[in-house]
């Protein structure tokens, strides 16, 4: 069983800066993959950030530059660090998480969600 916790988010002015955080719990053998999708109203989710277990990283081009993703292994969490922030970027941002448990493999999780919202 794994949860897959997101949160930190909030309201924050054009140029300022949030940390969103997302936690995995459960037992987990491998988490082969984290990450961070958005979602804007009446749009698709995107893809946002990613980081494997090894701690390569993938942005997408909007963000690169702005956004930096990172991991904490021994508390399986996620963090990602949104620098001069732009109303485009409001959205629910979402975690991906891949993990592998003793009963499942490579399976993908996603949390609930946190508003990020920001303000002209």
């Known amino acids: 069983q794994v949860q897959v916790v997101e949160s930190g988010g909030g309201l924050v002015q054009d140029g300022g800066s949030l940390r969103v955080s997302c936690t995995a719990s459960?037992?987990?053998?491998?988490?082969?993959?984290m990450g961070w999708y958005r979602q804007a109203p009446g749009k698709q989710r995107e893809f946002v950030a990613e980081?494997?277990?090894?701690?390569?990283?993938n942005y997408v081009d909007s963000v690169k530059g702005r956004f930096t993703i990172s991991k904490d292994n021994v508390k399986n969490t996620v963090y990602l660090q949104m620098n001069n922030l732009k109303p485009d970027d409001t959205a629910v941002y979402y975690c991906?998480?891949?993990?592998?448990?003793?009963?499942?493999?490579?399976?993908?999780?996603w949390g609930q969600g946190t508003q990020v919202t920001v303000s002209s």
């Open positions: 980081i494997t277990s090894g701690g390569n990283t």
């Open positions: 991906k998480a891949r993990i592998t448990t003793y009963t499942r493999y490579n399976y993908t999780y």
């Open positions: 459960g037992s987990i053998r491998i988490i082969n993959t």
